[in-house]
């Protein structure tokens, strides 16, 4: 009786046990969207996504990729990502996948393509759309054999896409880029398989996961709008006017502080979006301190607020020009140059808007006593000393020029007028200016 009830025990022990074992061994499809223009916002996201999946050891990530492409270094960022993925990556072309879009499409190792979908165009172009210099195209052949000889994709294909010199019999000559429809890429290799939506991809790779469907987060959201070049500008026009205000006006108010949370939004969502560097960081930082020195510390502006201001706005431009690149792009320093110009021009027009008119606003009049008190009401800041013209007394110190003097008994500070006056000698108020007591010395 004893072992019957132990062996029906152990039964459900089992039974559950391999229940709850299929169910936990179940592993996931993560489903990534590159469908729209490809910028800086875009990289955070997808790292995020290959991170997840190969934390979670999932069975697969599928790329949904319908773009005609954006900027070269968020398409490296994200190709490093992709190819870094310790689980299956595969790009679903859903229509077209051109320029950077094919840059990232070649770098999953399998490609799934529906009908009527395009993919290639991969010249490096600048916002005009005009073809870059030489540097450019050879990285990005660089890039494109490198990730065709690592999934087994036609090298000369991939390198056609970019460069038009590169023939394909049958396909190009040496006046265009390729560009293949649907059919050419199953045709050619560079896709594997033909699809009509995501459950056909799916069933092509032998995926049986649960498919989990990963859209971008308010961080990455946040950081992406943070990113826009119009916002961007905005936060450093406050940046550098709250700065400016404080300088002219000594002392630490709101608008410093709104300057230095301004520059602080600008420079952590260009640090995620690796634009901004560690150095460029510490050199903003080490701006503000010299520019604190100044306002707070060392009198009047000098050397520390000089060096200050050059620390800070060079900060800005590194950070707007990026170092994601092994180059330097020239349409990417000049677009940086009108950016940062323009965002430095409006923050000295607020200046002098608000240093106008604010004083003559409803607003500012009630934070203002705008009554005067004038001496022909009897207002006075100080005991008047006109009655000392012309007078006599005595220098109770050295007169170099300024010192002490004795007027029937009474101490008061004077200038002299001209030469260089001994202690005891006889002196003669010549005139006042306000405070300022101007004798000389009277010859014996």
């Not at 991809?201 to 049986?208: E, T």
């Not at 260089?420 to 009277?442: A, D, F, M, T």
Request: aromatic share 8%.
């Amino acid at each position: 009786m004893l072992d019957s009830i132990v062996k029906h025990y152990i039964k459900i022990f089992l039974i559950l046990s391999i229940l709850f074992s299929n169910s936990f061994a179940q592993k996931k499809i993560y489903l990534a969207h590159i469908e729209s223009e490809i910028d800086l916002g875009l990289a955070p996201y997808i790292t995020r996504v290959v991170d997840d999946a190969n934390k979670n050891n999932a069975e697969a990530i599928i790329f949904k990729i319908n773009t005609l492409g954006g900027r070269v270094d968020a398409a490296v960022q994200i190709v490093d990502a992709i190819t870094s993925s310790k689980v299956l990556t595969i790009a679903y072309i859903d229509h077209r996948a051109i320029s950077a879009g094919a840059f990232i499409a070649l770098a999953n190792k399998k490609i799934a393509i529906v009908p009527a979908g395009t993919i290639g165009a991969a010249t490096v172009v600048d916002a005009q759309g005009q073809k870059v210099g030489e540097k450019y195209q050879s990285f990005m052949r660089g890039q494109m054999r490198s990730v065709a000889e690592k999934n087994g994709r036609p090298v000369n294909i991939c390198q056609g896409m970019v460069d038009e010199r590169i023939v394909v019999p049958g396909l190009v000559d040496s006046t265009q880029l390729v560009t293949l429809t649907t059919d050419e890429a199953l045709k050619y290799g560079i896709a594997d398989t033909l699809v009509n939506n995501l459950d056909d991809v799916i069933k092509a790779f032998n995926l049986s996961g649960q498919v989990i469907d990963v859209r971008t987060n308010w961080a990455e959201d946040v950081v992406k709008f943070l990113h826009n070049p119009i916002i961007s500008s905005i936060l450093i026009m406050i940046g550098v006017f709250g700065l400016f205000a404080e300088i002219k006006h000594p002392g630490f108010g709101f608008p410093g502080i709104a300057g230095i949370v301004a520059l602080l939004l600008f420079f952590g969502s260009s640090y995620i979006l690796d634009l901004a560097s560690v150095l460029d960081i510490i050199l903003f930082v080490v701006g503000i301190i010299l520019l604190l020195l100044e306002i707070f510390v060392i009198p009047g502006f000098g050397v520390a607020g000089i060096l200050g201001i050059i620390f800070v706005i060079a900060s800005l431009f590194l950070a707007l020009i990026g170092g994601s690149l092994p180059f330097v792009d020239m349409h990417q320093v000049s677009i940086a140059i009108i950016q940062l110009a323009s965002a430095l021009i409006a923050a000295i027009v607020l200046l002098i808007i608000l240093a106008k008119f604010l004083p003559k606003s409803n607003v500012f009049s009630r934070l203002v006593l705008s009554t005067e008190e004038n001496a022909d009401k009897g207002f006075v800041s100080s005991k008047s000393l006109s009655e000392l013209i012309g007078k006599e007394g005595k220098a109770l110190t050295t007169l170099r020029p300024a010192g002490m003097a004795d007027f029937d008994g009474e101490k008061i500070d004077v200038v002299a007028d001209g030469d260089y006056v001994h202690q005891g000698s006889r002196l003669k108020v010549l005139r006042v200016e306000g405070s300022k007591v101007v004798v000389r010395e009277i010859k014996s």
